[in-house]
Structure formats: structure tokens, C-alpha cells
């Protein structure tokens, strides 16, 4: 599993996150969240949308919206120099 994820990072997948708000099917004025993520492809992000087209065929809750934040596992290494030295006894 983890051979496949990183196979994936290096052909651009993002590790992307979905808030997804809908309206509860025995309550239509109540909203309640759900939190999906997965990896998938910026900008069109094509797994979250398939997850969608299923939520909209196969569950009762109709969506209110979803925000999506997506972030780049694979990344060049980063550093930074430390500002103070100190030694304690």
C-alpha cells in the first residue's frame, strides 16, 4: 500500500482533503459535515469528483458544499538556519 501511495505522489497525486456540508435526509434544515481524504490530482481533482457523482446517486443527503484544501507530499527537502546557539550545563 504504501509503494502504490508513493508511486502515486511522484506522478503529482496530492494528498486532498474535502469538507463536505449536507443537509440530513430526516432533517433538511440541519447540516452536518463529513471529511474525505484520499490522494488525487490537482486542479480537476477526478477522485473526489467520482466520490461525489456517488454520494449524489447512492445517499439521501442532499450536498450544501464542499471546500477542498490539497498539499504536495513529495517535496524537495527544506531547512533553515537557526537563529541562536545555546548550551546548558
Same mark, same amino acid.
Given at each position: 500500500?504504501?509503494?502504490?501511495?508513493?508511486?502515486?505522489?511522484?506522478?503529482?497525486?496530492?494528498?486532498?482533503?474535502? *469538507?463536505?456540508?449536507? +443537509?440530513?435526509?430526516? +432533517?433538511?434544515? %440541519?447540516?452536518?459535515? =463529513? &471529511?474525505? @481524504?484520499?490522494?488525487?490530482?490537482?486542479?480537476? =481533482?477526478?477522485?473526489?469528483?467520482? #466520490?461525489?457523482? #456517488?454520494?449524489?446517486?447512492? %445517499? *439521501?443527503?442532499?450536498? +450544501?458544499? &464542499?471546500? &477542498?484544501?490539497?498539499?504536495? %507530499?513529495? @517535496?524537495?527537502?527544506? =531547512?533553515? &538556519?537557526?537563529?541562536?546557539?545555546?548550551?546548558?550545563?
Amino acid at each position: 500500500m504504501a509503494t502504490r501511495d508513493l508511486s502515486m505522489q511522484l506522478r503529482d497525486y496530492r494528498l486532498t482533503t474535502a *469538507e463536505i456540508l449536507y +443537509h440530513l435526509p430526516d +432533517h433538511p434544515g %440541519l447540516l452536518q459535515t =463529513f &471529511v474525505w @481524504q484520499d490522494l488525487d490530482l490537482a486542479p480537476k =481533482f477526478p477522485v473526489l469528483h467520482r #466520490f461525489l457523482d #456517488f454520494w449524489g446517486r447512492s %445517499l *439521501e443527503g442532499k450536498l +450544501h458544499s &464542499v471546500k &477542498v484544501a490539497s498539499a504536495t %507530499l513529495v @517535496q524537495p527537502a527544506r =531547512f533553515r &538556519v537557526a537563529g541562536a546557539y545555546m548550551t546548558l550545563h
